[in-house]
């Protein structure tokens, strides 16, 4: 993410591949810490925060002065230890809230999309419909004009040979 490679880049070189390869926050972060503690002036007995050391110098104000370092280290620890915990719920939380939200208008964009594809569907149904009534009718009517031609022709046709046969008969009754 962004957010990572801008943390990265502010690193140490070694520390922000490690802290790439390894992935976790958390780690990163304890890689730094530790990094920043080694810089900042520890011996090679050990922090000198350690209880161990501190009774090797035998002072007794030493030895309260570094239970109470380890006390407030480990508190310290504990503190950005919860914080981290903290953090990593939240982010799971969201990224859950997140998925679950996405896959609920993933299903009422789906539902929408169906019903517009039924809409549609039933718009073309009508027209079709609308169609087919348009066309029905305008055959009926033809048929009854084609109908009516033929009966005024036959009609007709007919009238012309009757009044032929009277003027046939007519002409044949007349002497000559």
């Known amino acids: 993410s962004k957010y990572r490679r801008s943390r990265e880049e502010r690193l140490p070189s070694s520390i922000a591949i490690h802290a790439r ?3 976790s926050a958390f780690h990163a972060w304890l890689v730094v810490y530790r990094s920043q503690r080694s810089t900042a002036g520890s011996s090679p007995q050990g922090p000198p925060d350690s209880l161990g050391r501190a009774e090797r110098t035998g002072k007794p104000t030493e030895i309260w002065s570094s239970s109470a370092e380890t006390d407030s280290t480990r508190q310290l620890w504990q503190k950005y230890l919860r914080l981290w915990r903290c953090n990593v719920l939240l982010r799971r939380f969201w990224v859950s809230w997140r998925i679950r939200h ?3 208008a993933w299903l009422l964009w789906k539902g929408a999309c169906q019903a517009e594809w039924v809409v549609q569907a039933l718009a073309r149904e009508r027209m079709a419909l609308w169609g087919w009534k348009v066309w029905r009718r305008r055959y009926l ?6 109908r009516f031609l033929e009966a005024q022709d036959r009609s007709l046709l007919q009238r012309v040979f009757e009044r032929w046969h009277s003027l046939a008969a ?3 009754s007349q002497p000559q």
């Not at 009517?141 to 084609?146: G, H, I, L, P, Y």
């Open 21 to 23: 390869l390894n992935g």
């Open 102 to 104: 996405l896959t609920r």
């Open 141 to 146: 009517q033809m048929r009854v004009a084609e």
């Open 170 to 172: 007519e002409v044949s």
